[in-house]
């Protein structure tokens, strides 16, 4: 069993940036699939970026370079690095943890996940 927590989110004004942070309890973390999504209002959920247990990173096309995923296992943490931030970045963002990474990278779903932590871009 995982229990994720992430935080970070807030509001900020366009061009800013956010670091959202993801901890993990329980074990094994270093062994899991991590990966960010985000979920708007009316749309579906949709992965952000994912990063392997030994690093290897993927990120959506809509990301373009702004984003940087990063994790810690020895503390049990991902992170979400944003820069570039607009509107269309508004919503929720979960954390997501899985031992299969097929499941994170083409079922956009997971076995483990957060509670979301609410991101606002105002223009």
């Known amino acids: 069993q995982v229990h994720l927590v992430e935080s970070g989110g807030g509001l900020v004004q366009a061009g800013g940036s956010l670091r959202l942070s993801c901890t993990a309890s329980?074990?094994?973390?270093?062994?899991?699939?991590m990966g960010w999504f985000r979920q708007a209002p009316g749309k579906q959920r949709e992965l952000v970026a994912g990063?392997?247990?030994?690093?290897?990173?993927k990120y959506a096309e809509f990301v373009k370079a702004r984003f940087g995923i990063s994790r810690d296992n020895a503390k049990n943490s991902a992170y979400l690095q944003m820069n570039g931030l607009t509107p269309e970045d508004t919503g929720v963002y979960y954390c997501?943890?899985?031992?299969?990474?097929?499941?994170?990278?083409?079922?956009?779903?997971?076995?483990?996940w957060g509670q979301g932590t609410q991101v606002t871009v105002s223009s």
């Open positions: 997501a943890a899985d031992g299969l990474s097929y499941r994170i990278y083409s079922r956009n779903s997971a076995e483990y």
């Open positions: 990063i392997s247990p030994g690093g290897i990173t």
């Open positions: 329980g074990r094994a973390f270093s062994t899991y699939t």
